[in-house]
């Protein structure tokens, strides 16, 4: 018993010692390593006023004396002196003109106001007319339809009329330029007069009931002009069909006549003040060629996509493209071919979405004395690479961070999601704050410090939704197989609305009220009825006055089943006349035009 108690405390006393030891040792590796960290930590220290080394630079091969352990505190070090404000003179991306770029900067830092070219317009900015003149509704149509396009339409609709609209129990018969514009009379009525059928606005009966189509011209001859309308001619067609599958084929070759006359006339009569916007416009299409596209972002999701530049102060459509597809061009070449310099002038400020914005393009416009500023998509940008002091995710709302590369700058601002601008006009804050309400955990908020930049790209990007909207309150756009007729529509479209935004500068130059646009487009198809019809003019025919003996209904022919002609009245046909007037007149229990004609002839 005494022996084995002896040898248990032996071995106790030496469980204790190796206790002891291996306390020792753990001890003397945590000062190890707390000394090496204190020395990593100096050294970081005393290299703060040098660039800083990228760690691709840095190999963590064999012979680098480098383990797993010492680069995770390497890179702890680091993480904790950025957040404390070293490492300024980090190694960050560079702009195009080969600058460093700092960090991101916040509000209390003070930035330089650009300086601004002088705004020079090669015209006076405003309608190019005779402000102090009379204007009439169809004058200011007639700027954008002239009568030259309309009868290079009429020379063409008449061509492909007889060539592919004559049958053997039809013949075409040509039309004039009355009858054009009778049929756009009818086209602008139908924009706010909405029935589902095109035949419906031709029917009588309980429900469609409307005489001015049928006073205007019949259901037959409008529905003939409209399938054979044909905006070029059938030779352009023929030779530019043999240059299909090479360079030379123009696939805007059907649309190219009115397409030229439209754009032309635009510029040619407004000259647009300093700010001006581009976007993407859809035009909706079910046509089966390659221009339709899709747009997931739009509204009208397939269809014909055009890149339009807008005046922003009234919405006035000052250019257009229509998208050819993708012919290798940039996109910032199509922006250049919308505001041309040389048309212009300079000073101009223009203002885009996030598809154009590049900071080289910015700069090139720079050198023609444009100004620029527009949304940009962080991923890809110059800035993106810039990490250092940038928005977290614990940033409050209404944060500011910056940067400026030479005349560039580059802001983020955070309202209910991040908003990354890049302008060539602004600073990056002001002194101004926003009305929006927001709401926080007291249930009262304080106003948010806004950018300029921010503010007038949210109020500058309405000037080509200001012109879509007004052309989509009555627009005259409809259904058809044939793609350059919906071009035909919508090009109707841009000269009412630009008609009817000269209108309101004219009203505006005279001090008047102008109407608002349903009442200019009711002015516009009377007066388009006018010049389309001698009716206006002409006196009516005068029928005899009616008389017992004389005034009697006949049958026109002996057969039932045929020769029935049209009523002088509601232009349906009918197997009875007049015999003394010789004029077919309906008389059934539905209608009435007998009595009606006579009551009306004898006032």
């Not at 649309?255 to 032309?264: F, G, M």
Request: one cysteine or more.
């Amino acid at each position: 018993m005494l022996r084995r108690r002896a040898k248990s405390k032996l071995g106790c006393t030496k469980s204790d010692e190796a206790l002891s030891k291996s306390e020792q040792d753990s001890s003397d590796e945590n000062q190890s390593d707390k000394e090496n960290k204190l020395q990593r930590k100096k050294k970081f220290e005393c290299d703060e006023d040098s660039d800083y080394e990228p760690a691709e630079k840095k190999r963590r091969g064999r012979g680098s004396g480098l383990n797993s352990k010492s680069l995770q505190v390497n890179s702890k070090v680091k993480s904790k002196a950025r957040a404390k404000g070293k490492f300024k003179a980090e190694m960050l991306p560079s702009g195009e003109d080969g600058a460093k770029m700092e960090g991101w900067r916040e509000v209390d830092e003070a930035d330089v106001a650009p300086c601004l070219p002088t705004f020079r317009p090669l015209r006076t900015p405003g309608p190019q007319l005779i402000m102090m003149a009379p204007y009439t509704a169809l004058d200011l149509f007639q700027l954008f339809f002239t009568k030259s396009a309309l009868q290079t339409i009429v020379k063409n609709t008449n061509e492909n009329g007889r060539a592919h609209c004559s049958t053997k129990y039809h013949t075409w018969t040509d039309i004039t330029l009355k009858d054009m514009y009778s049929f756009l009379s009818l086209v602008i009525y139908m924009g706010f007069v909405k029935c589902c059928a095109l035949t419906d606005y031709w029917r009588c009966g309980t429900l469609y009931d409307l005489p001015f189509p049928r006073k205007v011209m019949s259901g037959n001859k409008w529905l003939g002009i409209l399938q054979a309308l044909k905006l070029s001619s059938l030779e352009d067609d023929a030779k530019n069909e043999k240059k299909k599958g090479t360079p030379e084929f123009d696939c805007l070759a059907n649309i190219k006549p009115l397409y030229d006359d439209i754009r032309e006339a635009c510029r040619h009569n407004y000259q647009p003040r300093q700010e001006m916007a581009v976007d993407v416009r859809m035009v909706a299409s079910k046509a089966k060629v390659p221009l339709k596209k899709f747009m997931k972002n739009k509204s009208v999701h397939w269809g014909f996509k055009l890149f339009v530049l807008a005046d922003c102060s009234n919405g006035y459509t000052y250019d257009f493209l229509v998208y050819e597809g993708e012919s290798g061009k940039a996109l910032s070449d199509t922006v250049m071919s919308l505001i041309n310099p040389s048309i212009l002038g300079s000073g101009y400020k223009l203002y885009l979405d996030n598809i154009y914005t590049t900071p080289s393009f910015f700069r090139d416009l720079l050198k023609h004395k444009i100004l620029a500023c527009g949304t940009v998509r962080p991923h890809g940008a110059e800035f993106s690479k810039v990490k250092l002091n940038v928005l977290d995710q614990d940033s409050p709302r209404g944060s500011i961070r910056w940067l400026r590369s030479d005349s560039v700058l580059f802001l983020q601002w955070r309202d209910t999601k991040d908003i990354f601008l890049c302008s060539t006009i602004h600073p990056a804050h002001a002194n101004k704050s926003t009305n929006k309400k927001t709401k926080n955990k007291g249930g009262r908020s304080p106003p948010k410090a806004i950018p300029p930049s921010v503010k007038d790209h949210s109020r500058c990007m309405v000037g080509v939704s200001l012109s879509d909207s007004q052309i989509g309150y009555y627009q005259v756009l409809r259904k058809t197989r044939k793609w350059y007729t919906t071009f035909f529509y919508h090009f109707v479209d841009i000269a009412a609305v630009n008609a009817y935004f000269l209108y309101e500068e004219l009203c505006k130059a005279k001090g008047e009220l102008a109407a608002q646009q349903k009442v200019f487009r009711e002015l516009l198809v009377e007066q388009l009825f006018e010049a389309g019809t001698e009716r206006a003019t002409a006196a009516p025919p005068q029928a005899p006055e009616p008389t017992e003996t004389h005034h009697r209904l006949v049958y026109l022919t002996s057969d039932w089943a045929d020769g029935w002609q049209k009523c002088k009245v509601c232009k349906t046909k009918t197997p009875v006349k007049c015999s003394s007037c010789n004029i077919p007149l309906c008389f059934s229990p539905q209608r009435d035009c007998y009595n009606d004609w006579h009551t009306e002839s004898n006032k």
